[in-house]
Every structure is written in C-alpha cells, then in structure tokens.
C-alpha cells in the first residue's frame, strides 16, 4: 500500500534536458528520427524502433506501428513508481484484438474492443473509451501518493475516471512501446507526441498543453 509514502513534491523537478520544460524526462514523436532510432527530443532516453514507419499525425510525422512493429527502450526511467503525467495521442486502426501501447513491468497500456486497459499500482482499469480510426489524447496523472483517486485518466483534455492505488509496480528500466515485450499484442495505428513528466499535471496544465 501507498499510504506511508511521502507526498510528491508539487511541480516540477529536475528533467528538462534537451530543451524540453523541466519535469519532462522524454518526449517521442515521428518527426524526430534517423534509420532504426527514435531519438528522445531530451536527448537521452533513445529507443531502437522494428518496423516502424512515418505517417501524418498531430504534429508533423508520427510513428505508424503495422502487424510486427515496435519500439524498444533500454534504460528509460521507471516513472511510473512515483508522481508522473504520461500523454500521448494515438489513432488505433484495430480494435477487435488486444493491442499495447507501452509496456514497463508491470506498466500496462492496452486496448481491447473499444476500451483502454490500463494496469498500475496493482489495478486492471478499463476507464477511457476509443474509436477505431478516430485519434485521441490520452493523459495518465497519478501524484505518487495512495490518497484516493490520485490515479486520474483524461481522453482529449477531460477528465473521464479516477482510481486509488493498491499497491508498487515493479521497477524496470527496460520498455517498448507498440507492443508487449513477449512479442505480443502489436498495436496497429499511429502514436505521436509521447511525453513523460515526473509530476502530475493539473487539469489547467492539460488545457493548456
């Protein structure tokens, strides 16, 4: 359980190379890389991508995951275990089968059906509706406490659910993004503008982002 963990400190902290606003530890998107590599726009969290491709997306070129494509990351932060904001729009061109967006540990973002699947701190949530073919901005928030409703979910800036921590997610630096790390549950469609934050992003933050 989260409840003797130490409230996060509110705002920002640390992050921030590259040129990127502080309390940002990466950022992805299409326009932004060279033969097989995905280069974080912070400049040190690159990945190695699989078959990935360019397609238009929300700003310039995103990243068009088909079938058998991927990205894979070797020593991102595990920000996910303390205060942390993960956005990023998407467009899922399949929907009839489980598709995963990142896979950390035991980090989880997933799709089935029309729904996102969601697991973290120790919770399976199937909170935030989707559209085959239609994009979205996705915003997962949680301040690193286990007050409740500290975990909070937004679809295209609005606040659509909120959950309470059950207990730690496993540690790991290691990630992908476009797929499980089994070779599994490849997600088909486009990703663009992922950026992690170590903090929570408050709802005006989101508005104005």
């Keep these: 359980m989260f ?3 130490a409230r996060a400190t509110a ?3 640390g992050g921030g190379s590259g040129g990127l606003p502080e309390g940002t530890i990466a950022k992805y ?5 060279s033969g097989t590599t995905l280069f974080d726009e912070g400049g040190n969290y ?5 078959n990935v491709t360019q397609t238009p997306g929300q700003v310039g070129q995103a990243l068009y995951f088909n079938s058998v494509a991927y990205v894979s990351f070797a020593d991102i932060p ?12 998407a467009q899922n061109d399949s929907t009839g089968a489980w598709r995963a967006l990142w896979h950390q540990a035991s980090f989880q973002i ?16 199937n909170a935030v509706s989707i559209t085959q073919g ?10 690193g406490t286990g007050d409740t409703d500290s975990i909070k979910f937004y679809k295209d800036k609005v606040l659509v659910a909120t ?12 990630a992908r993004m476009g797929g499980l790390q089994n070779n599994s549950y490849y997600f088909v469609g486009w990703m663009d503008e992922v950026t992690i934050r170590n903090y929570a992003m408050t709802q005006s933050e989101i508005d104005a982002d």
């Design 3 to 5: 409840h003797n963990m």
């Design 11 to 13: 705002g920002r902290n």
């Design 29 to 33: 998107t299409g326009d932004n890389i």
């Design 46 to 50: 690159n990945g190695v991508m699989t």
């Design 78 to 89: 595990p920000f996910y275990t303390s205060a942390f904001t993960l956005t990023l729009y």
């Design 110 to 125: 997933r799709t089935f059906g029309g729904s996102h699947w969601i697991y973290m701190a120790g919770l399976t949530i």
């Design 134 to 143: 239609v994009p979205y901005r996705l915003d997962i928030t949680w301040d």
């Design 163 to 174: 959950r309470t921590p059950s207990s730690a997610d496993t540690a790991s630096t290691v």
